[in-house]
């Protein structure tokens, strides 16, 4: 493929997470390859790599915006009064994996080679994430001590994530039948009011 010019770094960086946005949606991690990406776009792959240093940093540019745009829906489910506040971050949470599936999916999928720390940005994007559960959630977490509310809010997300992901990839009538939002809705009220063990 030729070289072309028509675009500049930053129009085809987002040209290029666009496309990537797309491929994953069609067919999850296993079709995303840069080759595929330039090809969406019209341009060569080696122009791909001037802007992504690797396919690995692709694939994390693409979660970052995942996670901004479940972090943007959790921050609106969180200024809801806060008898509210636990179910309707559920909701926002089942909301955001059933309108991206795949893209939700490759944040847990995709492996950075052994030995490669996640950057500083990305890092950032995940503790945000928690962040705002944590601030929305806080305030009826009075059975908890407060150094252990955070650790208990990343448990509630471990639970909501396979729940979530059973009922995506239609495997939660095998381990029992329930309205995942429900079972979500039970699992973190039920921790919210248990305490620590």
């Given at each position: 493929?030729?070289?072309?010019?028509?675009?500049?770094?930053?129009?085809?960086?987002?040209?290029?997470?666009?496309a990537a946005?797309?491929?994953v949606?069609?067919?999850?991690l296993?079709?995303?390859?840069v080759?595929?990406?330039?090809?969406?776009?019209?341009?060569?792959?080696?122009?791909?790599?001037?802007?992504?240093?690797?396919?690995?940093?692709?694939?994390?540019?693409?979660?970052?915006?995942?996670?901004?745009?479940?972090?943007?829906?959790?921050?609106?489910?969180?200024?809801?009064?806060?008898?509210?506040?636990?179910?309707?971050l559920?909701?926002?949470?089942?909301?955001r994996?059933?309108?991206?599936p795949?893209?939700?999916?490759?944040?847990?999928?995709h492996?950075?080679?052994a030995?490669?720390?996640?950057?500083?940005?990305?890092?950032?994007?995940?503790?945000?994430?928690?962040?705002i559960?944590?601030?929305?959630?806080?305030p009826l977490?009075?059975?908890?001590?407060?150094?252990?509310?955070?650790?208990?809010?990343?448990?509630?997300?471990?639970g909501?994530?396979?729940?979530?992901?059973?009922?995506v990839?239609?495997?939660l009538?095998?381990?029992?039948?329930?309205?995942?939002?429900?079972?979500?809705?039970?699992?973190?009220?039920?921790?919210?009011?248990?305490?620590?063990?």
């Amino acid at each position: 493929m030729a070289r072309r010019n028509d675009h500049s770094p930053d129009e085809l960086r987002r040209l290029a997470l666009d496309a990537a946005r797309r491929l994953v949606a069609e067919e999850g991690l296993r079709g995303l390859t840069v080759r595929r990406v330039a090809e969406r776009i019209g341009y060569a792959p080696g122009t791909l790599y001037n802007l992504f240093a690797n396919l690995d940093e692709l694939v994390l540019r693409l979660n970052a915006e995942t996670l901004d745009r479940m972090a943007e829906a959790l921050a609106a489910a969180a200024a809801c009064p806060p008898m509210e506040r636990a179910a309707a971050l559920v909701e926002a949470y089942f909301d955001r994996i059933e309108a991206e599936p795949f893209a939700w999916g490759v944040l847990f999928e995709h492996r950075l080679p052994a030995g490669t720390a996640l950057p500083d940005w990305y890092g950032a994007r995940l503790d945000r994430l928690i962040g705002i559960a944590v601030a929305a959630l806080e305030p009826l977490m009075t059975a908890w001590p407060v150094l252990e509310r955070r650790r208990a809010i990343v448990a509630m997300w471990a639970g909501l994530h396979g729940i979530s992901t059973l009922a995506v990839g239609s495997k939660l009538a095998l381990v029992g039948p329930g309205d995942p939002r429900a079972l979500g809705r039970l699992l973190v009220s039920r921790v919210i009011a248990a305490g620590p063990p």
